[in-house]
């Protein structure tokens, strides 16, 4: 028997076409993709026994094989009435691998929306503890990860000025959704970028560079001369922190990695030391190197030991800021240290500026780019990886392999 002459196909293609209307008809309505999204696996959920729906994994296969079917139907890319089909990275269940599925694409934008033909994707940290679902921000599932991107306009909804169709971007997404070919976001988190400028470049910069921008500037207010103490030095935030503090606030950095060959890369961006935390004590080799003053500012993306190592590298009126737990040990802070050497200690959540302060948000990642044109820095992209690896790339930086940046080429 033909697939076509097959009931139980037939029966099969009539329910995934009803999901693809269902998807197709809310995101019509503008209804946010992921929303849509879910109401379609909820419809699709409809059509197969309750008990081996409700568990994630049978989550997890159904979702992805319904979506299969859709491209299926249409092999040319486009659906009988002329719908276009993206590729994403989705995140079905926290936890699991991803899966690479094909969506169908948001015909019409919003007022005040940018649609983005994405090219590369920075990963971050962030990223991979939204995973597993222990990120600040919990999007609902199934959402496609990723928060930066850098790619070329397709679409501007109403009322958007600063960037038109065809312009070269990089562009952020505060609830995810970067991870894929097409990405809309608001016209306040695109930047425009020369096209000289390669779309890897421009995806490493906006939250690595942004984030250690604002702490330094804003949060510790780092001085020219200053001695700055780094740790996961060899990390996106860590090699962006050594580069700013060095190349354009002209502070002395001492950084602090593991391993011997990220601390030589660490050294190679600016840094007149670097720690190898591994088989040097942080507190103990900071003092050496600075003649048993300790440092003025600490800026840590680790926690645990390593941020009270910091408090106790600190000089008189030293300064620190803390912007993450990477070891995923949350210190305390022993209060009595801040009160014997006047010390002041502070945090910074910098995508929540893009809500709280966003003129101060925007201007985090103009700078950096000002900075990138300038030749004041550069970003250290380690390893490249296709959309289909995306498992790997994830992996890669769950075990503390990469440097700087990793890039996820989605087109
Ligand atoms: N507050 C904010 O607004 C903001 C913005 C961006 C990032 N962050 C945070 O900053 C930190 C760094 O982010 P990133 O994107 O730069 O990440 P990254 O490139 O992966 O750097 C993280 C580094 O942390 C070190 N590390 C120490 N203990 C670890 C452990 N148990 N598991 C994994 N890594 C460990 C590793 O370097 P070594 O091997 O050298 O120790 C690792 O390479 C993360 O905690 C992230 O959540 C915060």
Redesign the pocket.
Known sequence: MSRDTDPTVALHSHRVSLLAQRFLKMSAFRCPPEVALRSAIRLASSFHPRPAFNRGQALLSRQTSAVGQLQMKDASGASSQGRRWYRAALCTELGKPLTVGTLPSVEKVGPGKVKIAVHSVGI???DL?MLVGQYQEKPPLPFSPGSEGAGVVMEVGEGVKSVKKGDHVVALSSRAGAMAEELITNEGEVWPIPNSLSFNDAAAIP??FG?AWLALTRKVNLQPGETLLVT?A?????LAAVELATNALDAKVIGA???PE?CDLVRSKGAVECIDYTTENIRDRTKELTDGNGVNVALD??GGDVWKQCLKSLAWEGRAVV??????EIPKIPANHLLLKSLTTTG????RYGLMDHPVFKKSVTDCFDLYTQGKIKPHVCQTFSLEKINEAFMY?KN?K?TGKIIVNVR
């Open positions: 971050n940290f962030g503890l939250c690595s984030t996961a060899a990390g996106g935030v860590g990695a593991g391993g990220k993306a680790v912007i993450g737990f990477a070891s995923g910074l959540y910098w995508g930086m503390r990469s």
